[in-house]
């Protein structure tokens, strides 16, 4: 049973650019969650998609955009690089399946996104 | 909103002895959970435990147990028989579950460290 996988593992870009990282979700999972991870911090919740739609943003800027496809994995952007936005950027995934909601996610082993 | 905090950076233990990390939290919700997860030098973050708020018995998985102290808002993590492999950053996260997810919000962390 695959778990949540991400790619790239790393990845270096330079200010200004644009960046895409990907995530598939635990085999049986349709929610997908992204988080920042500062080096030495807790992970803060960018947003979470189910059905194909963002349901929830935690508060990052809208130059952080994602994307739900319809076999749940998902991608998530980020527009004009900052050297803040250095981190590592974890994916998790859960289940909701007609309301009975899964509380407990799984996560990827995450992508470390140096900015320069 | 709801904070979690953990007012240990670092801690150290002997190798076989009993640790417990700190874990407090503000939220005037009444139904949430809350989790211990452990993100180990490899980064990928795993679920130690889990507790649900109505229920007044504390959770216990093999050498992990919480103290839950709802009206105090504490959720401490006890390790018993530590191991060289629970060497980690160990982060206390509260959940919230809402229409078509959750929502998690995770403490900046504890370095724990095994000694053999």
């Known amino acids: 049973d695959a778990g949540v996988t991400q790619s790239p593992t790393h990845l270096i870009k330079t200010r200004g650019q644009q960046v895409t990282l990907r995530c598939s979700p635990k085999?049986?999972?349709?929610?997908v969650s992204w988080y920042q991870q500062a080096l030495g911090q807790g992970p803060q919740f960018i947003f979470q998609y189910y059905e194909e739609e963002e349901r929830q943003r935690g508060n990052f800027p809208d130059r952080f955009s994602g994307h739900q496809f319809p076999n749940y994995s998902s991608e998530l952007n980020v527009n004009a690089l900052l050297l803040g936005d250095s981190a590592l950027y974890l994916c998790?995934?859960?289940?909701?399946?007609?309301?009975?909601?899964?509380?407990?996610?799984?996560f990827g082993p995450g992508t470390r996104l140096t900015v320069t | 909103a709801q904070t979690v905090t953990q007012s240990q950076p670092e801690m150290s233990v002997q190798e076989a002895e009993t640790v417990t990390l700190s874990c407090t939290y503000d939220t005037s919700e009444s139904n949430y959970y809350l989790f211990w997860y452990k993100q180990p030098p490899s980064r990928q973050m795993i679920l130690v435990i889990r507790q649900e708020a109505y229920k007044q018995q504390n959770a216990t998985e093999n050498r992990f147990s919480v103290n839950f102290q709802k009206a105090a808002k504490s959720f401490s993590l006890k390790i018993s028989d530590s191991q060289l492999g629970d060497t980690a950053m160990y982060f206390c996260?509260?959940?919230?579950?809402?229409?078509?997810?959750?929502?998690?919000?995770f403490g900046p962390g504890t370095r724990l460290s095994v000694l053999p």
């Open positions: 085999s049986g999972h349709d929610t």
């Open positions: 998790a995934s859960s289940f909701y399946l007609s309301g009975r909601n899964s509380y407990e996610q799984y």
């Open positions: 996260a509260f959940m919230k579950p809402h229409n078509y997810g959750q929502n998690f919000v």
